[in-house]
Nanobody, 117 residues
Framework: QVQLVESGGGVVPTGGSLRLSCATS????????VGWYRQAPGNQRELVATITNVGSTNYAPSVKGRFTISRDIGKGTVYLEMNSLNPEDTAVYYC???????????WGQGTQVTVSS
């Protein structure tokens, strides 16, 4: 059973930084594509960044250059480093993992990020 646990959310001022963590268990990151999604009130959930099982990364245009996704395979953890935060980044951030062979998908419970103006 794959489990995902997010942490690191909080309240920061505009221009501040946060690092989110997604701790995975039950399977190696070598067979997972992991993504960070976010959902603001009244909005659809949107993709923020992904990192594939071989380490390739991709970013939404709105966060490119400000956010960095990375992983520690030994710790089974994926990180989202967020810099130059602005109020539009306020949302619940979710970790998503997909097994590359079976395409089974798993979600974490989410962590709130609030950027104050």
């Amino acid at each position: 059973q794959v489990q995902l646990v997010e942490s690191g959310g909080g309240v920061v001022p505009t221009g501040g930084s946060l690092r989110l963590s997604c701790a995975t268990s039950g399977i190696s990151l070598n067979v997972l594509t992991v993504g960070w999604y976010r959902q603001a009130p009244g909005n659809q959930r949107e993709l923020v960044a992904t990192i594939t099982n071989v380490g390739s990364t991709n970013y939404a245009p709105s966060v490119k250059g400000r956010f960095t996704i990375s992983r520690d395979i030994g710790k089974g953890t994926v990180y989202l480093e967020m810099n130059s935060l602005n109020p539009e980044d306020t949302a619940v951030y979710y970790c998503n993992a997909a097994i590359v062979i079976t395409r089974a998908v798993y979600w974490g419970q989410g962590t709130q990020v609030t950027v104050s103006s």
